[in-house]
């Protein structure tokens, strides 16, 4: 099963879970765990359901370019990084 991992500093505002799931593709699986959790679905995508400018996932160590359909496919055993981008100066 693909395993996601959020970002420990969601964590401030929301429980973040790590979530198995055998999703075939990463829209797939945040649409299963935003179900069970859509405030964090808030913190992830915006209101068009795309990933929100401030968010990057990386699927198996790469990086998604893909932030609109989300359609990159998952393996049965990819892990999933959903992290928050940081920025400043």
């Known amino acids: 099963m693909a ?3 959020f970002t420990q500093q969601l964590a ?3 429980p973040v879970p790590e979530l198995a799931t055998d999703a075939r593709t990463l829209r797939a699986a945040l649409d299963t765990v935003f179900a069970a959790n859509p ?3 808030g913190y992830v995508l915006d ?3 795309r990933l929100r400018e401030n ?3 990386f699927i198996d160590g790469r990086r998604t370019r893909e932030r609109i359909r989300l359609d990159d496919p998952l393996r049965a055993d990819s892990t999933v990084h959903i992290l928050q981008a940081l920025s400043g100066g």
């Open 12 to 14: 401030r505002f929301l």
């Open 39 to 41: 405030r964090l679905g």
């Open 55 to 57: 968010v990057v996932v």
């Open 47 to 49: 209101d068009q359901g």
């Open 3 to 5: 395993h996601l991992i």
